[in-house]
């Protein structure tokens, strides 16, 4: 009988990407998916360190597995990812979780079958973190979660150090894929049935600055958007500093580009966004702002904000949400600051109560929600073109599926229609959504 697997994913795109990898090497190897954790015969832990919370996450997780491995001796139970990258860590997972077999880290994905072959020989854990990327590797076999849309690694690490940011740390120094790799992976997805990719990095916009000559993400994506078939193409994460009036030119001017810029603002405060280390001030960011709708007329512009960094006052705040009433973003994920040891910002004076850090996220969302369903409210009656992805959440009858501008769309319809553009028209807006029917 083929052996199962299973593996549980925590944080970001990128780690989603890295399981996509996971699921794809183990399928190579001769497992197949298990439909349920308690019938595998490994299981990973591909985890997150963005938050303390999740580590101690998962490892009560991996706690509550002790039982089971006393009942499946043979069972293999693996943690890779972030959480493992920090030093000591491996130590500690050893101390608090004997039972765990398989310890590696993001650069060692491929050894993969080599650390169970190894473990299977010498029935000892097997721990592998490689501090730091030494080489790209390419051709890695991937398991998509759809057929029609998948993600592409552009660029691994990161090197802007935010103050209060782990990844630096964890994922090590920024390295650009050579284009000629990236535009046959992507070919390659497209013959398979692939009409959308997104294109991901820590910040995209910082793509091939290391090569000799450098190419940059404007040119990648002028050579993506050549790609025959492929019919749209997202990128993850825009870095402001590093995001410029020349991409924006070439993107109003490629068809398949999606108009759709997620922009991560942090702060509207000059202040805490030195204090963050971002590299860019509020009126750089809004000149970015007013340039992007100055070129691409129907473009969303979305963000990421954080409340209650280390000395933001009363005033700094009132900056940020008088930056968001004025630029109005179609959306804004908005976090508490959380203080995450091994960050510089961890070790700043003037921390903020956490009564006052609530208090500003629920000021914070209540403008940006009122924003939003001004904004989506504007499309009621408009016909809109959506890839469907699959069916909701909440109800299998109801479709639900992205336009080209990100935003969720729910509307009634068959399954076959998954993987599909459709136009929907909008007859429901709301703040997060937008409810539909079929044309
Ligand atoms: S750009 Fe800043 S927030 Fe993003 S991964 Fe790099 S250090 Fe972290």
Redo the contacts with the bound molecule.
Sequence with gaps: MDKKYYILTFGCQANERDSETLAGILQKTGYVPAAELFDADIILFNTCCIREKAENKVLSQVGELKELKAEKPDLIIGICGCMVQQEKMAEKIHRRAPHVDLIFGTHNLDQLPELIKKLEETKTPQTQILADLQEIKEDLPTVREVPFKARVNITYG?????T?????YV?GREKSREPQYILKEIKDLVADGVVEVMLLG??VNSYGKTFDPPVTFAHLLEQVNAIEGLKRIRYL?S?PRDFNVDLIKTISGLAKVCPHFHL?L?SGSNKILQKM??GYTREHYRELVETVREYVPSASITTDIIVGFPGETDEDFQDTIELVKELRFDSAFTFIYSARTGTLAAKMKDQIPLAVKKSRLQQLMQVQNEISLAINSQLEGQVVEVLVDGCSKKDQAILEGRTATNKTVLFAGSKELIGKFVDVEITDPQTWVLKGKLK
């Design positions: 990161c090197n802007n150090f935010c209060y940011c782990i990844v630096p994922r820590q910040n994460t870095h991560p942090q280390n971002r």
